[in-house]
């Protein structure tokens, strides 16, 4: 009894491993893929899964799940590969965008007026360009009515400290006791001077109080004129000539790997954090739930036609991701071992002898 039980289980072996062998796999994978989307046809999407799996998944293996360390490490030195990658030197911007794909995403960024407008405005509204171009007016008038102005020379004090100043230099040059006339000019400057600045300052303080929003006002409009659609659709061509003949290592030379590493990093800890938000969670959940609402009803073979996934394609790209594993499986063994694993529980079980004792003494 058991001698047939053995011969039975090894010509099941033998029967499952040619049926492997020599690409006949290939065979089954036809045949079981087929056989699914005939199945499919019939099947909806919310008859396998439902709007609450997926949010639980989603919850389980991209909120909750741990990200390990070793992915960061391995972007961090890929990126690196890339960084230093000699095809870099002989590889130009053009050989990996075309000038149509160049001008179409020149366009896209051109038509966008409203953010161009909005993005403008914050930048020019914010406090630090308020205290940028507080500063450079402020020095650019102060230093204008010191140096530049006559209107300066009217004013009291100022006159006696040009006069002084050259006065000076003649002494210095024909006096002995230069130190006692130096002296005696700082005093003269010193009780001048501040007198003169407070008052410029405060003038010119008082100017750009009143003005600043004009002033900001009258950038905006500047800015908005010099790129208007017709002045960067004529940037265009400059940018693309610019760019285009420089290789890839001229860009890439101006990041070092410390550099990459870092933002890998940024861009780690701030997903981290980003995807236990709230804003996060609601938004998951908001995706999810229309998904469902568009396709939950539907067969599923409408949905994967809709996202461009067909019979033979899912076919061909099985085959071609499990084709290096299965030979390789196939060779050493280690297929053999798990079909004979797989068999042994069912002939060798007591049910299966049970029935062949009751069978054998039918006969």
Partial sequence: MKDLLTKLFEAHIEHELNAIKNGAYKRIVKEEVSALFRWINHIKLKDIVTQDQIIDLIQQK?????VPGGITELTGEMSRKVLTSIHNDNTLFEDIITRKQFD?????????????????????YSSAYS?????????????YLITESKIAQKIPGISSILDIGKHTVNLVESLPVVSSVITVCKESINHALPNFEAEIENRIITYIET????????????????????????????????ISKNS????????NSNDMEDFI?????????????????NIYKELVSYFFEKYGDNEIDIIIDDVGVNEEMVINDI???????????LNTGYLEERIRCRLKSFYFSEKTVSLVKENGRCT
């Avoid at 991209?62 to 741990?66: A, D």
């Fill in 62 to 66: 991209v909120v909750e799940s741990p």
């Fill in 104 to 124: 179409t995403i020149m366009d896209i960024g051109i038509n966008l007026k409203k953010v161009r407008t909005y993005l403008i405005k914050k930048i020019l």
């Fill in 131 to 143: 205290k940028l171009i507080s500063t450079i007016i402020y020095i650019a008038i102060k230093e």
């Fill in 211 to 242: 003005t600043l929003d004009s002033k900001i006002k009258h950038s905006e409009n500047i800015l908005l004129e010099l790129l208007n659609e017709k002045n960067l659709t004529a940037l265009t061509d400059k940018i693309w000539d610019l």
């Fill in 248 to 255: 890839l290592s001229e860009y890439y030379n101006t990041i």
């Fill in 265 to 281: 990093l940024i861009g780690y800890d701030f997903w981290l954090h980003f995807r236990k938000t709230t804003y996060f969670e």
């Fill in 319 to 329: 085959i071609q991701m499990i084709s290096p594993g299965i030979e390789t499986a």
